[in-house]
């Protein structure tokens, strides 16, 4: 049995920033989840974004392996990855597609693939759109996180994270049915993201459960459910470094019940050359950094080596 959690609820225009922050503060300190309003991305774009989502998913899978994942880019099919490495199971029950920084970062050619446009017309043009929409909601929540944290609001901006962030869209398909006997089934299994801050939209179904414990066993799961226009923001690991593990990396997980689920998460991690270093305001000589500073591009590179080692 879980319970549903009920997060709290942020609004990116809320004209009391210093209340908003504070109210992040609480948030990240007791969850490290929150619903987001009023981040700008409007309900007719992600309706059609989730509709180009399904033309894609729907393709032969013939056409969707011409786009195999490299780069982190591109698509991904069904159990090939494994979100929790230590668990047994063959993978897990989803099929994703990524969508790298538009600009790149390190290569002077954008290394994102697209489905063909006599297949699919609009769909880069909406993708992007919604991916540009997302890295502008996530830059001004962060700004808000820095003053959460007690340090000027364009902090993250100042140490570099944000110049070309290391942001990456994954539309991701959980198939409705499986035909397992199981009837507990992950459709991700149990992880905490890498990143700065992940901004999740789902097509209202839900599935999404969070473990606020993570070092305690028996393991208490409890669902998040789907709240009408907000997106569902989550911690990421870096910022759990950054933050000297005072902000958490909440571990959750996707568990499907029978029924076809599509969502899209959003994960925003730093330029990877920005050093990821204990904040100050979030040390002292009773509770010194308890990791060392790492360059953030090395940090996810390696969990993502670890997700997808086979
Ligand atoms: O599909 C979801 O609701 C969550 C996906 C997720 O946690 C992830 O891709 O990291
Ligand atoms: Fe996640």
């Known amino acids: 049995m879980t319970e549903a959690l009920k997060l709290p609820i942020i609004d990116l225009t809320s004209p009391d920033r210093s209340s908003t922050a504070s109210s992040i503060r609480q948030a990240c300190i007791d969850y490290g989840f929150f619903y987001l309003l009023n981040h700008g991305i409007e309900e007719e774009l992600l309706g059609k974004v989730f509709e180009e989502s399904k033309k894609f998913f729907l393709l032969p899978l013939e056409e969707k392996m011409k786009m195999p994942r490299k780069e982190h880019r591109g698509y991904t099919p069904l159990y090939a990855e494994k979100l929790d490495p230590t668990s047994s199971s063959e993978g897990d029950p989803k099929e ?50 820095a003053l959460a944290l007690n340090v000027e609001e364009d902090f993250f901006e100042k140490v570099g994270a944000l110049d070309k962030p290391n942001a990456f869209l994954r539309l991701l398909h ?25 901004l999740l939209a789902t097509d209202g179904v839900q599935g999404l459960q969070v473990c606020r414990e993570k070092f305690k066993q028996p393991r208490v799961w409890e669902d998040v459910l789907p709240v009408d226009r907000a997106l569902i923001v989550n911690i990421g690991d870096i910022m759990e470094r950054w933050t000297n593990c005072l902000f958490r990396s909440t571990l959750h997980r996707v568990m499907l019940s029978g029924k076809e689920r599509y969502s899209a998460a959003f994960f925003l991690d730093p330029n990877p050359d920005c050093m990821v270093e204990c904040l100050e305001s979030c040390c002292s ?26």
């Open 96 to 145: 994703s597609f990524y969508i790298g920084p538009l600009e790149d970062i390190t290569t002077p050619v954008n290394l994102n693939q697209w489905p063909s446009e006599e297949i699919l017309p609009s769909w880069r043009r909406m993708m992007e759109s919604f991916y540009k929409k997302l890295l502008s909601a996530g830059k001004r929540l962060l700004s808000l996180i």
């Open 285 to 310: 000589e009773s509770s010194p950094p308890r990791f060392p500073p790492i360059r953030g591009g090395d940090y996810v590179q390696e969990r993502l080596r670890l997700t997808y080692a086979s």
């Open 174 to 198: 959980y198939p409705g049915e499986l035909g397992s006997s199981d009837d507990e089934i992950y459709g991700s299994s149990a992880h905490s993201d890498y990143g700065m801050v992940t």
